[in-house]
């Protein structure tokens, strides 16, 4: 099945020979388009592209979309969300209206804990049906590829029960999924009095269990204050690798944890959240290929807790990526455009650096650069269309509209919104 796209006013994030690993510092700026262009895809994947008067003739029963006056952008790459969960936390919202801190409440009983006492009482099939809604919505924003979380459950059973239903996801989607195991996202409150006896139930338990099911392809830990030290860190990332999972860490969130520089020893695959780093953290992933500094904005503008200083990371020379975050607590949204709004507004970050992060920066995050995250002959054909704009800069600049017109994933339709 071939799907073509013609008289595109902007082809945006092209890559004409072998597809990048990532895009780091100053090269963040630089975003590839071609104007008055086609994309051709069949069977699922990018198979060309290139400006009109190049357009090759495709077969009678070939469909054919008219995108005159406006872009196609690929879709979003979204490496950090937490879809599976159980009810909402708009209380915790009204108290922190009301002056009340993300550690206040947690230290009460709520955030993390409030979230693991819902779902463990919700059955798997509420679950995913939930997280299925959640993963509709924002492929209609034009999100492709996420990485999904555990953690909610904080238990053998209900950990289980999360990455199960992730698994099950995976089946019934063309938007790419990656899962990660984050039994370390608290301390139970059982097990306030007894830390190591829950870090052993994961090592010993989950960990085992995960593997033999193959429900995950990443393991998590928040390294912060108030929940794991980075000798626990430690602990646990050295037994996920045993088991095959690679590490990840929600890092530098609420202060300077030492989880960034843990995470680069481990060779963590990103280490994200990073509101609270300095220039000894800078300089520390400035030392590594692999590990991508992941950025979440819509958390610190829901908490409204300092934002990460993305200037000062780029202008040093790193990679960074934008990610959504969208969870029940701190992030209830996982609308990607929203994102990068606030990465121009708050983190000052350029509109194709912008780009950059959420695309093929956010792929890289999830080890899919290969396959997503830009225009490259060869990759997965998701893809969305915008309706007419002036420029790139007005996806973020406009950022109550919802601007995305068309996504496809896969080479196929499976979102269009009202034109005009």
């Not at 104007?35 to 699922?44: I, K, P, Q, R, V």
């Not at 045993?242 to 995470?263: D, M, R, T, W």
């Not at 503008?301 to 969208?326: E, H, K, T, W």
Request: net charge negative; charged share 20%; aromatic share 6%.
């Amino acid at each position: 099945m071939q799907l073509l796209i013609k008289n595109i006013a902007t082809l945006v994030q092209v890559e004409q020979g072998p597809p990048a690993l990532r895009i780091a510092g100053k090269n963040m700026q630089q975003l590839p388009v071609l104007e008055n262009a086609f994309l051709l895809m069949e069977s699922g994947r990018i198979t060309d592209f290139g400006p009109m008067d190049e357009c090759p003739s495709v077969s009678e029963s070939a469909s054919m979309i008219d995108a005159k006056g406006k872009m196609v952008f690929p879709c979003w790459c979204d490496s950090h969300t937490h879809l599976v969960y159980a009810g909402s936390r708009e209380q915790e919202f009204v108290y922190r209206i009301k002056g009340m801190t993300y550690e206040e409440i947690a230290r009460q009983g709520g955030g993390i804990l409030n979230s693991a006492r819902l779902l463990q009482q919700t059955p798997e099939e509420e679950l995913y049906n939930s997280a299925m809604e959640r993963l509709a919505e924002i492929t209609r924003y034009g999100t492709g590829a996420v990485e999904i979380k555990s953690g909610y459950g904080l238990s053998f059973d209900s950990e289980l029960k999360m990455l199960r239903v992730i698994k099950e996801m995976k089946k019934h989607t063309d938007v790419e999924i990656k899962a990660t195991f984050l039994g370390a996202h608290a301390i139970p409150l059982q097990y306030k009095a007894n830390r190591q006896a829950y870090i052993a139930e994961i090592i010993q338990r989950m960990l085992p269990a995960i593997a033999l099911e193959g429900l995950a392809d990443y393991i998590d830990v928040f390294c912060d204050t108030g929940f794991y030290t980075v000798a626990e860190t430690e602990q646990i990332l050295e037994a996920g690798g045993l088991f095959g999972l690679k590490p990840k860490i929600h890092a530098n969130e609420l202060a300077v944890s030492g989880g960034v520089q843990v995470g680069v020893q481990r060779g963590a695959i990103s280490v994200d959240h990073l509101e609270q780093i300095g220039q000894a953290e800078i300089d520390c992933l400035l030392g590594s290929p692999i590990t991508m500094p992941t950025l979440l904005p819509g958390t610190a503008f829901f908490l409204n807790i300092p934002y990460a200083p993305a200037r000062q990371m780029i202008d040093a020379g790193l990679p960074v990526c934008l990610a959504s975050d969208y969870n029940p607590g701190s992030t209830p949204s996982g609308r990607m455009s929203f994102v990068l709004s606030l990465a121009c507004l708050k983190l000052q970050m350029l509109p194709e650096e912008a780009i950059h992060a959420a695309t093929i920066n956010g792929a890289c995050a999830m080890e899919l650069q290969q396959t997503h995250g830009s225009i490259c002959r060869g990759k997965v054909a998701n893809v969305f269309i915008t309706k007419p704009m002036p420029s790139v800069a007005f996806l973020p600049y406009a950022f109550g509209s919802n601007l995305i017109e068309t996504v496809i994933l896969k080479g196929k339709v499976v979102e269009t919104t009202a034109k005009g």
